[in-house]
């Protein structure tokens, strides 16, 4: 790749995106001569977008999706080469990083699924707060079939989406499924038909875009943390709602709750 073409694309409302909603920011794999593989340049600069995007008050929600006839197809096997050990656990802990951003960072994240979303790339979809995926994607937690175990929290994220039986069938057997057994199984939280899951996503993103910005991030940051004590999730509902009583947001959707009005949240 050259520098005049970067491989994750940011689109933000605009003329030039005169489709993404207010608020909405979309992150764009773009290698598709390998299928939007995850190489590593790849993987610093989808980092670096999440980052900012994640840090930047302006945007709402981030909808994240492939150029070309993919979604993600995966790792860049022809990159793993001398990653036993020390450098294997290196490039894990850099996937890690991502995964926890994309699970409990503050903003709401979209996957728009078209075509592949094959080991990694399945794996990054479902580290998205809401799959949207055609009918006709392709879905394959495909490691085992180069030796691998699932990685980028698949472990963790199938098991919250399907139940027992299936999370078997997708994590060893490796099956392939199309986007509408996704949907049907939960994989996937919304079927479009071919070429329209990028359009579905931008609604969907502009829903979330509208909401108190504060209160999204506490929820996805407590249900990040995954089952626990009642006492500890009782203990983080009392410390965040007193923060949140506090808030600019809660006082403008109180005032605008009264004055029968739509709120206008400023995510303070």
Not at 54 to 79: E, H, Q
Not at 195 to 211: D, I, M, S, T
Request: charged share 20%.
């Amino acid at each position: 790749m050259t520098s005049a073409q970067p491989l994750v694309i940011i689109e933000s409302p605009g003329e030039s995106a005169p489709g993404i909603p207010p608020g909405v920011q979309v992150i764009r794999l773009n290698y598709p001569a390998k299928r939007n593989a995850l190489s590593l340049e790849l993987r610093a600069e989808l980092m670096t977008a999440v980052e900012a995007a994640m840090a930047d008050p302006a945007v709402r929600a981030i909808v994240l999706t492939g150029t070309g006839s993919a979604f993600c197809a995966g790792g860049d096997i022809s990159s793993m080469q001398n990653v036993a050990g020390v450098a294997g656990r290196q490039r894990l802990a850099n996937l890690h990083r991502l995964a926890r951003l994309l699970l409990a960072g503050p903003k709401p994240v979209i996957a728009a699924v078209e075509g592949f979303a094959y080991g990694a790339g399945m794996s990054l979809a479902l580290l998205c707060d809401q799959v949207v995926a055609a009918n006709d994607a392709k879905f394959c937690c495909s490691f085992g079939k180069v030796g691998l175990m699932p990685d980028m929290a698949a472990l963790w994220t199938v098991p919250q989406r399907v139940n027992a039986g299936w999370v078997k069938r997708l994590l060893m057997l490796a099956e392939e499924i199309d986007g509408e057994t996704a949907g049907r199984i939960g994989l996937a939280d919304q079927v479009t038909a071919p070429g329209e899951a990028l359009p579905a996503a931008l609604a969907l993103a502009a829903k979330f875009a509208a909401l108190a910005p504060l209160p999204v991030g506490f929820i996805k940051a407590t249900l990040a943390r995954g089952p626990q004590p009642l006492d500890a999730l009782l203990a983080q509902e009392a410390d965040g709602q007193a923060l949140l009583f506090n808030s600019a947001d809660f006082a403008e959707g109180r005032d605008a709750f009264l004055a029968k009005r739509k709120p206008v949240f400023a995510g303070r």
